[in-house]
């Protein structure tokens, strides 16, 4: 019995220790570890919190706003996702001012569904658990392990496909492999005959009724909340390239501008399009739909003067009104 | 619990230390600890069905000691009709209850009377078609006086549930196994490192063979109308080799989970696609389950002539099609396999191979080569009947794959999934005298070599598993 497991030990160490550096490594090398950390650290200073998907993450660094901002914009993250963390953090952010929430075209049509790619580390990072959540969403290894195992490989084979991020969680540095853009040398041409173009097309002309309502009752209790607690709700879709913009259908956009139209007479919410913010400079975008830091760096400190105004102006109406 | 999840990977050990360090000195508090990780086991699924376990093996329990305390033949087939009952009554509701109503709705539909009743929301508990039989084969052999009643309540409950093979089998048989529960246990090393490697080998089988099929196969039959012939023959021999992995991975692991725990479960599987013909293959598919059949069930019926063993064989095969599933496609699918066997005996060829093909050698003869792809087609084709619902589905199926469209070449699967199953058929060819495809342990080469196999196979597992599927035997 003993010689079985004293073997059994010896087998196992060399794939546990393996296993288990590489746990450590993904874990600490984390954006959503960056992000908690951010917040948990800065909870009682907070006053902006980012909310969307992988365009709001990757377009506004929250080093470059004069505002204490929070970035919970994730990759693939609905609003359905989204609202889960809104719901999680707004109660303990008690200086919490602005909420911008991302509006890109697309979003109120998409939901993440239980077994959404992103569930484990929403479970290991947020203690946000969706209703099945197994043993394997508690570690990133077990939860996707040839995805994990891969990126671990390429990081070691290259370390410029080990991206650099600030304490915010917004990366300052691409990774090698994700700069399409640059590999394609900028060149228009090039871009439009490559089948990684347009990936995300699909994605935001798709029409879903069911998502689409159930998508608006969230953001009107999202409405409710910050109108409750006097935040300034800031609808806002980030820059993408033209050539993700010419292929938009006219129905998705006009989707969403019926939901802007219904929700923009409110004082507290506005509706901030920079879609076509540089749009034919392909050399501030890393993919079609993604700025490069470069371009989040112009971005977002056209975003922060306009935000530096909207605080003026709102104060000035809320004195007026006091009056 | 699925047997290949991370949960079970954390739950095994703890029992295993539980069993082997705390309570090896007390075979009772061993039994206990069995018959509660067997609940957990089950109840992980869900729990309310832990009561029909409970209920079904209180019946026999009682049952088996009412059997010893009384001679008299009428009360005894009294109680063993009680246990009968009881059981199929049981597994009757819950898997046949609306088969037999759309039936008899049908049925009156042909006779031009028109009336419907509403089917009944049923859940199948996972294993029940399992341990009914399991528990019934007790009963029946306290009746035979093959075996005394228990009176031993740990024991008895634990062997009904006993959770390496509560769901998918090997079916095993009361005078086999509950005797084991019966004495003291000592853990053989050679028994437990074999247990291990034969529960790497069905890990294997399951998740880096039957998921990366799991795909294809399904991806093909949704869609059947748009593929060719060709495709969808090889979808039906893909599908073959996604149930024997799926089902037989699942059988290695119990197996082998048991014997980590000292016990010995009956062969389920024999290498079945290295059979010359259907009576060889049915010696080696799904063993516990025929012969189950054969003992408890045919073995009744009196007579030697060949009629009578066609007329048996024809019963075991009837049975074994409405065994699997509630639809007139598994009791063709029956039948069928039923004529084929019959044939057999008629050309007195039902005995012709008892040991495995090329014994001794490294490659079948040609003709044997021919009776194996032979047997694999019939297998296969008859197949039809057994993946495909509705009926009408099954003959559209086999109408579209026997048309013209045969000969055009057929769309396969990923090169991944084709890798696996080559690398399956060879391991297997070279491994068909042992019990298992990774018994090794004979093997006269150095153990880091050993070892190395065996973290190669852990990678593949990881690394190239498919995307996680429940056992396919599960719905039965």
Not at chain 1, 125 to 130: L, N, P, T, V, W
Not at chain 1, 176 to 203: C, G, M, P, T, W
Not at chain 2, 148 to 160: E, N, R, W
Not at chain 2, 390 to 407: E, G, I, N, Q, R
């Amino acid at each position: 019995m003993k010689k079985f497991l004293i073997q059994l030990i010896i087998f196992i160490i060399p794939v546990g220790m393996i296993l288990v550096s590489m746990e450590v490594y993904l874990r600490q090398n984390n954006i959503y570890r960056a992000k908690k950390t951010f917040l948990d650290n800065n909870k009682q200073d907070i006053e902006a919190l980012i909310l969307g998907p992988s365009y709001s993450w990757r377009s506004i660094n929250p080093e470059f706003l004069d505002t204490k901002t929070a970035s919970l914009a994730h990759e693939a993250s609905a609003i359905n996702t989204n609202m889960m963390l809104f719901d999680k953090y707004a109660p303990q952010l008690p200086k919490l001012k602005y909420v911008i929430f991302d509006l890109s075209i697309g979003f109120l049509d998409t939901h993440n569904e239980e077994n959404w790619e992103s569930k484990h580390l929403f479970n290991i990072y947020y203690d946000i658990k969706s209703s099945n959540n197994n043993l394997e969403d508690y570690f990133l290894l077990s939860s996707n392990f040839k995805y994990y195992t891969k990126l671990c490989l390429s990081y070691i084979t290259d370390p410029d496909n080990i991206p650099a991020f600030n304490d915010s969680g917004f990366i300052y540095k691409l990774s090698k492999q994700e700069d399409i853009f640059r590999i394609h040398e900028y060149n228009s041409e090039r871009l439009k005959q490559a089948d990684v173009l347009y990936r995300r097309l699909d994605y935001q002309n798709t029409i879903n009724e069911e998502n689409y309502h159930s998508n608006i009752d969230l953001l009107k209790g999202l409405i409710t909340y910050c109108r409750e607690n006097k935040i300034n709700l800031i609808f806002i879709s980030p820059p993408k390239s033209y050539l993700n913009n010419e292929k938009i259908s006219t129905e998705a956009i006009t989707r969403r501008q019926k939901f802007i139209d219904d929700i923009t007479p409110d004082p507290y919410i506005s509706f901030w399009n920079y879609e076509n913010f540089h749009e034919q400079d392909i050399n501030l975008f890393y993919d079609d739909t993604h700025l490069n830091p470069k371009g989040a760096e112009l971005f977002t400190k056209t975003l922060n003067r306009k935000l530096d105004n909207y605080l003026i102006n709102r104060n000035r109406a809320e004195m007026q009104s006091e009056f | 619990m699925l047997t290949t999840s991370l949960e079970f990977a954390v739950f095994l050990p703890c029992v295993f230390l539980l069993y082997w360090f705390v309570l090896n000195k007390n075979l009772k508090l061993q039994n206990a600890l069995i018959l509660v990780a067997s609940y957990v086991f089950y109840g992980w699924w869900d729990w309310r069905f832990l009561l029909l376990i409970a209920f079904s093996s209180a019946v026999d329990f009682t049952v088996g000691i009412l059997l010893n305390k009384t001679d008299q033949p009428s009360s005894r087939k009294w109680l063993l009709a009680t246990s009968i009952f009881v059981n199929l009554g049981l597994l009757g509701f819950f898997k046949y209850f609306n088969f037999f109503l759309d039936s008899f709705v049908d049925t009156f539909t042909l006779f031009g009377a028109n009336f419907s009743i509403d089917r009944l929301n049923i859940i199948l508990p996972v294993g029940i078609s399992f341990y009914t039989l399991q528990t019934l084969s007790y009963t029946i052999d306290v009746y035979d006086r093959k075996l005394k009643g228990s009176k031993d309540f740990l024991a008895f409950f634990a062997y009904v549930s006993f959770f390496p093979q509560l769901v998918a089998g090997p079916i095993e048989r009361a005078t086999q196994l509950l005797p084991q529960f019966q004495k003291k246990r000592t853990f053989e090393y050679d028994k437990a490192a074999d247990g291990l490697r034969q529960i790497l080998w069905g890990l294997f089988k399951k998740i880096v063979v039957a998921d990366n099929l799991a795909g294809y196969t399904s991806s093909v039959i949704a869609n059947y109308e748009s593929h060719n012939g060709s495709t969808l023959f090889l979808a039906l021999c893909v599908f073959a080799i996604q149930f024997y992995c799926d089902f037989s991975g699942y059988s290695d692991i119990a197996i082998g989970t048991g014997r980590l725990f000292g016990f010995s479960l009956m062969k389920n599987f024999d290498y079945p696609f290295f059979s010359r013909n259907m009576a060889e293959l049915w010696q080696r598919w799904h063993i516990s389950l025929i012969t189950w059949f054969r003992d408890y069930l045919v073995r009744r019926f009196k007579g030697f002539h060949k009629w009578d063993m066609a007329r048996n064989i024809f019963i075991i095969f009837l049975i074994t099609g409405i065994w699997h599933g509630a639809d007139w496609t598994y009791i063709i699918w029956g039948v069928l396999h039923g004529l084929l066997f019959m044939t057999l005996i008629f050309a007195k060829k039902r005995k012709k191979y008892k040991v495995i093909v090329a014994k001794g050698k490294l490659l079948p003869s040609l003709t044997e080569a021919g009776l194996m792809i032979k047997t694999f087609v019939l297998f296969t084709i008859t197949g039809i009947f057994f993946l495909i619902r509705p009926l009408d589905k099954c003959f559209k199926y086999a109408a579209k794959m026997f048309d013209l469209s045969f000969f055009s070449l057929p769309e396969l699967p990923f090169n991944r999934a084709i890798a696996a199953v080559v690398l399956l058929f060879v391991i297997e060819w070279f491994q068909r005298e042992k019990e298992h495809g990774l018994d090794i342990s004979n093997l006269s080469i150095p153990k880091t070599f050993k070892w190395g196999i065996y973290y190669a196979l852990i990678f593949t597992i990881f690394y190239y598993g498919g995307d996680q599927q429940d056992f396919l035997y599960f719905q039965f």
